[in-house]
Structure formats: structure tokens, C-alpha cells
């Protein structure tokens, strides 16, 4: 790799190839960005399997549950 500093490269193309890298810098920064937590927990799921009570026990649920992966 060149040891030339990447500001005095980019200082040396032409306009149309710096809008070329940056929009490739922004597409690299969305690609790896890692998406933020709101930190809280929704349990929307809550009480989603209540009419299988009476036909499994929780182990068994837990059992079909794995097969539904």
C-alpha cells in the first residue's frame, strides 16, 4: 500500500472520481454500520402460543417450537 496520505490522494483526482469515493465511502460506512438499539424489549410474542396450552406441555412446546425454526 502507498504510504501517501488518503487526503492528498483524494486531493489529486478530479471532481467527478471525489463524488465517486465518497459515495463509496457512504456506501461502505451503511454497509458495516451496526444498526442501533432502541434498548427496549417488546414482547409483542407475549401469550402468541396461549391457545396450544391445553394440547402440548411446555416442554413440549418448547419441543415444537424447535422444529418451527
Do not use: C
Not at 4 to 30: A, M, N, R
Not at 37 to 61: D, H, I
Amino acid at each position: 500500500m502507498n504510504s501517501e496520505p488518503i487526503e492528498i490522494k483524494f486531493s489529486k483526482l478530479p471532481e467527478h472520481l471525489k463524488k465517486e469515493v465518497i459515495d463509496f465511502i457512504e456506501f461502505l460506512t451503511k454497509k458495516h454500520q451496526v444498526p442501533e438499539s432502541s434498548g427496549n424489549f417488546s414482547f409483542s410474542w407475549e401469550g402468541a402460543l396461549s391457545k396450544l396450552q391445553n394440547e402440548y406441555s411446555a416442554v413440549e412446546l418448547q419441543h415444537k417450537a424447535a422444529e418451527w425454526r
